[in-house]
């Protein structure tokens, strides 16, 4: 047979092509819509190299507010789902959208705002007081405004605390539409009040004359919560690898990393995949 340069030129390239289908089709991987709060507190660097040491899957994270997140795999373009607001959650899968949700950790919000503190709510635990007291005050108060499991906790804060927010906002109230890490820088630069998930807090850098000002109470609690997105609606969806992930998260390796995970020696997220109606 002989060979040209041309017919080799062809069969190099066929070959090569072929290599790299065969290590895309090698490699293991899968996509996890999550929240920027699990991103941004630095858990996901943390937990990832463990389950990918573990399994050789290799887990591409796409951080959004819950709302987007769940969107994201209303489209069939995650796998997994890994949020934090239980009414999204649960309209999820009574669409179909979900396989079966699972509780994995919880920590909570905090009310952060200036040392200042013009509102005058500081040093106090009830939340809906402290509130109201910005909103009267008209204090600036930063809002992510992103439909993430943290803005539609707030709006319900808003809606307990008898404030028609909708209503009232003004000029005070700045809806960013942002994560919760720019949603934080804003509040910075501004002094303003905002509510933020713990977690982000705590690996929050940019502070500035930021400090929290209402925590404990029991309003203020935040649970997540992990499903595979339904293969059955979705044929995309990579059921053996995604199932993989959602089980080693709730298993004891994967809460024992969650606990594991400090800054400063705080905690930042508390393990409870043992609570089943968490």
Do not use: C
């Not at 008209?138 to 906790?153: C, I, N, Y």
């Not at 606990?259 to 508390?270: D, S, V």
Request: glycine residues 10%; hydrophobic residues 40%.
């Amino acid at each position: 047979m002989v060979v040209t340069r041309r017919s080799f030129t062809f069969a190099l390239a066929a070959w090569v092509t072929l290599g790299f289908a065969s290590a895309g089709a090698q490699e293991r991987f899968i996509t996890v819509a999550s929240t920027t709060s699990t991103e941004q507190s630095g858990l996901f660097p943390h937990l990832l190299p463990r389950f990918e040491q573990k399994t050789g899957i290799k887990v591409h994270v796409v951080a959004l507010g819950t709302g987007q997140a769940l969107d994201l795999a209303r489209r069939g373009d995650a796998d997994v789902v890994f949020v934090h607001a239980r009414s999204a959650e649960e309209k999820f899968l009574s669409e179909g959208q979900g396989v079966k949700r699972f509780p994995v950790m919880y920590n909570d919000f905090v009310l952060v705002g200036p040392k200042s503190d013009p509102a005058k709510v500081g040093g106090g635990k009830d939340i809906l007081s402290a509130l109201t007291k910005v909103q009267v005050a008209q204090s600036p108060f930063v809002s992510r405004g992103d439909k993430s499991g943290t803005h539609l906790a707030e709006l319900d804060l808003w809606k307990a605390a008898g404030v028609d927010i909708d209503r009232l906002k003004g000029s005070w109230y700045r809806d960013t539409g942002q994560g919760m890490g720019p949603a934080l820088n804003t509040a910075s630069s501004m002094n303003a009040y905002i509510l933020t998930d713990r977690g982000t807090w705590l690996a929050f850098k940019n502070r500035g004359d930021l400090t929290i000002l209402v925590e404990g109470d029991k309003r203020l609690f935040n649970q997540y919560g992990v499903m595979l997105v339904n293969p059955d609606k979705h044929p995309s969806v990579k059921k053996e690898l995604g199932q993989a992930f959602v089980d080693w998260v709730i298993s004891p390796e994967g809460q024992k990393a969650i606990a594991e995970y400090k800054i400063n020696g705080e905690q930042l997220f508390y393990p409870n995949a043992d609570q089943p109606g968490a």
